[in-house]
């Protein structure tokens, strides 16, 4: 396993979390809900652009290997997220479907922070656990984005003058 | 409703904390009633012995404004003694021990303290509410009428999910709405926040979605509450103020004020279908059909929209509302046309996701209770049943505070306010019914045997009642209902009007003011002059 792996792992991660959030856009209604999706697909793929740039940065080593153990990819991540989450059925009830969508957008982002972090106790190569340390660490300011977002729709939403 | 008005029959203990439901929601009250007949516990908190009360296996008669104390209070026992729902809250909750470490100083002697409550009752509850598999909590306006009202709701929240109670049958939280289609009108966008659907108006997104739709130019400003409005037109920052079916100088706080407030206003318009005392102020009065008098919709407190049917002609000129606001629209400028409420309905349905799949010919067959996302969907009966809409139910532990105004040396008594059987709201309706008006034909005061001994007051006498805001006069009603030092009366009646007493301090989310505590002086008097 070499550098170059780890960041196309880390690419493809990113550009399902993009494919999975665009996918969600199209499926409901709700501008809000809509927008969100989008503006999260897109985030994904300012991630996935910013990975490909560091891998353009180091060169092309040669010789990419799908095998091992960095690969055995946990591509479910988003999917294990809506289910646990039940983002279908949540979403249809929300009057505040950002908070819902974020919320799972920043679980999602804890989730691949600990799964780096998991990657990095694992591997033997000191290189290679340098550069999941890092991925953590990337990941965990992603977590620290969203949950911040969250927040701040939290405290915007919590002044509106709601009832009736 | 996070529920159904029929689940009640099926409770295994039912929770109802400032809510007269047998006086002001009479079909959920007999529910009530026949759920207690059916084997359910039943909790009644109100300052008041109300009639529910007599049903109750503990009725718990706190001091108004000390909703917050008390469901701390419970929430300590329930956790103290391990009622709480461990893998409910596991699964579906987030900030449990955030809670768990406020309401741990909240025991049942000073939360008895706070409240004028015996502490074994306060255990009583606890166990009834944690011991329940199916219970349900219902509140009305003692919950919201006050500065702290978003957070006791947010209280009745935590007590729900502490036990597991949202996202089941017979159980939620169950808010009963004070008029037949305040829950359609909140629907539809009549909040200062939202547009219909509860979608925000300071969303660009949101607003570019109604712009295309309505082809002009939205504002994505929050607008402003009744209450916010009332500052700006003393302020002159409003020159137009335009009602419809409500009677605020009735209705809202200090009435005094409200009077100077739309008599201050440049051009008052007021849509109504009797000449309230609100309209007597009107530069223009637009007379309205009444329900009885126009196709359309209500939606009803557990979120079911129904169908109204026109049984006969409106008298003179008097229109439905949605004609008189599109004639205006028109004279406007917007040509747009609706031949009948069921194109409107149409509108609706494709701009509001809760109720896409909602259409007049569906609502032939029955109500439908929103979220109905799609046609083929059959409704919503509870909310919630595969996860809270968040994604996990967030605890927002909240602390009692005092209400904004105390009783003190000047004003002494707690003057709380109400409803009752025999009117409704302002009575521009009950107060032209021969047989209500002989049943309850005047305003009155509830006072606490022991307070009226002390002032020398007897049942029947003429007293008057003084707070910062205003007086008002009306007969004593001497009883044990009421707590010594608390007194009560309708808001309903223009003569003896309580709302000459109430306090304009509002709840810093919702806005709405805390109508349920103001601090008054009583005095006997001979006659009204």
């Known amino acids: 396993m070499d550098y170059e792996q780890v960041l196309k792992y880390a690419m493809q991660m990113e550009l399902d979390g993009s494919n999975f959030f665009k996918e969600k856009a199209g499926h409901f209604s709700n501008p809000t809900t809509q927008k969100l999706f989008q503006d999260l697909s897109d985030v994904e793929m300012e991630h996935y652009a910013y990975l490909e740039r560091q891998l353009k940065a180091y060169g092309d080593n040669g010789g990419f290997d799908t095998s091992g153990e960095v690969m055995d990819r946990e591509e479910d991540i988003f999917k294990a997220r809506e289910e646990s989450e039940h983002i279908e059925e949540t979403l249809k009830e929300s009057d505040i479907p950002d908070l819902t969508i974020l919320r799972m957008a920043y679980l999602i982002e804890r989730d691949y922070k600990e799964f780096y972090e998991r990657a990095a106790e694992y591997a033997k190569d000191e290189g290679i656990k340098s550069i999941f340390t890092k991925l953590s660490k990337w990941e965990e300011g992603h977590e620290r984005i969203f949950k911040s977002e969250y927040d701040r729709r939290m405290k915007e939403y919590m002044t509106l003058p709601w009832g009736g | 409703m996070t529920n159904s008005i029929q689940e009640i029959k099926a409770a295994d203990a039912m929770f109802v904390?400032?809510?007269?439901?047998?006086?002001?929601?009479?079909?959920?009250?007999?529910?009530?009633?026949?759920?207690?007949?059916?084997?359910?516990?039943?909790?009644?908190?109100?300052?008041?012995?109300?009639?529910?009360?007599?049903?109750?296996?503990?009725?718990?008669?706190?001091?108004?404004?000390?909703?917050?104390?008390?469901?701390?209070?419970?929430?300590?026992?329930?956790?103290?003694?391990?009622?709480?729902?461990?893998?409910?809250?596991?699964?579906?909750?987030?900030?449990?021990?955030?809670?768990?470490?406020?309401?741990?100083?909240?025991?049942?002697?000073?939360?008895?303290?706070?409240?004028?409550?015996?502490?074994?009752?306060?255990?009583?509850?606890?166990?009834?509410?944690?011991?329940?598999?199916?219970?349900?909590?219902?509140?009305?306006?003692?919950?919201?009428?006050?500065?702290?009202?978003?957070?006791?709701?947010?209280?009745?929240?935590?007590?729900?999910?502490?036990?597991?109670?949202?996202?089941?049958?017979?159980?939620?939280?169950?808010?009963?709405?004070?008029?037949?289609?305040?829950?359609?009108?909140?629907?539809?966008?009549?909040?200062?926040?939202?547009?219909?659907?509860?979608?925000?108006?300071?969303?660009?997104?949101?607003?570019?979605?109604?712009?295309?739709?309505?082809?002009?130019?939205?504002?994505?400003?929050?607008?402003?509450?009744?209450?916010?409005?009332?500052?700006?037109?003393?302020?002159?920052?409003?020159?137009?103020?335009?009602?419809?079916?409500?009677?605020?100088?009735?209705?809202?706080?200090?009435?005094?004020?409200?009077?100077?407030?739309?008599?201050?206003?440049?051009?008052?318009?007021?849509?109504?279908?009797?000449?309230s005392e609100t309209a007597e102020l009107a530069d223009v009065v637009l007379p309205a059909a009444a329900f009885a008098e126009k196709d359309g919709t209500f939606t009803n407190t557990e979120r079911r929209v129904q169908r109204v049917r026109k049984a006969v002609e409106a008298p003179g000129e008097a229109k439905p509302d949605w004609q008189i606001l599109m004639e205006i629209m028109n004279h406007m400028g917007y040509e747009k046309q609706y031949s009948h409420p069921a194109r409107i309905m149409a509108e609706v349905a494709s701009l509001t996701p809760s109720y896409a799949g909602i259409n007049y010919k569906r609502l032939e067959h029955g109500g439908l209770q929103w979220p109905v996302p799609n046609e083929e969907h059959p409704g919503t009966r509870f909310l919630h049943k595969t996860a809270i809409a968040r994604g996990r139910g967030l605890f927002m532990p909240v602390e009692h505070v005092d209400s904004a105004e105390m009783p003190d040396s000047d004003y002494p008594y707690i003057l709380t306010t109400g409803r009752i059987l025999y009117q409704y709201h302002t009575m521009t309706m009950t107060g032209r019914e021969e047989g209500l008006m002989t049943l309850a034909p005047s305003s009155f005061v509830e006072i606490n045997e022991t307070t009226a001994n002390k002032l020398g007051i007897s049942e029947g006498d003429m007293i008057r009642l003084t707070s910062r805001r205003g007086e008002t006069h009306a007969r004593a009603r001497v009883t044990d209902r009421i707590g010594e030092d608390v007194v009560f009366m309708p808001f309903h009646y223009s003569e003896g009007q309580a709302n000459y007493l109430t306090n304009t301090a509002t709840d810093e989310i919702a806005k709405i003011p805390e109508l349920k505590v103001a601090a008054v002086r009583i005095e006997r008097v001979q006659e009204v002059l």
């Not at chain 2, 607003?207 to 500052?231: H, P, Y």
């Open chain 2, 17 to 275: 904390i400032g809510s007269n439901t047998t006086e002001n929601h009479p079909v959920i009250g007999a529910m009530m009633k026949q759920a207690k007949r059916n084997g359910a516990k039943l909790i009644v908190v109100d300052p008041r012995r109300i009639e529910l009360a007599d049903y109750a296996d503990v009725y718990l008669k706190l001091k108004p404004g000390t909703n917050i104390a008390l469901l701390n209070g419970l929430m300590h026992v329930i956790i103290r003694d391990g009622l709480q729902d461990n893998s409910y809250i596991k699964e579906r909750t987030e900030n449990y021990e955030e809670l768990k470490r406020l309401v741990e100083s909240y025991t049942p002697e000073r939360v008895g303290d706070i409240c004028g409550l015996d502490p074994k009752d306060i255990e009583k509850a606890a166990h009834i509410y944690g011991s329940a598999k199916k219970a349900g909590i219902y509140y009305t306006m003692g919950i919201t009428q006050h500065t702290t009202g978003t957070h006791a709701v947010m209280n009745i929240s935590n007590l729900a999910l502490l036990c597991g109670n949202v996202g089941i049958e017979s159980a939620g939280v169950n808010p009963l709405r004070g008029q037949n289609n305040v829950q359609g009108a909140c629907d539809m966008g009549g909040l200062p926040g939202d547009l219909p659907g509860y979608q925000k108006v300071h969303k660009p997104e949101v607003i570019e979605k109604f712009q295309n739709a309505w082809d002009r130019e939205l504002s994505g400003k929050v607008g402003l509450t009744i209450t916010e409005m009332f500052e700006s037109i003393e302020k002159d920052k409003i020159k137009f103020l335009y009602i419809m079916g409500e009677n605020p100088i009735v209705s809202d706080p200090d009435s005094n004020h409200v009077r100077h407030v739309l008599e201050h206003v440049d051009f008052l318009v007021v849509q109504d279908i009797f000449l």
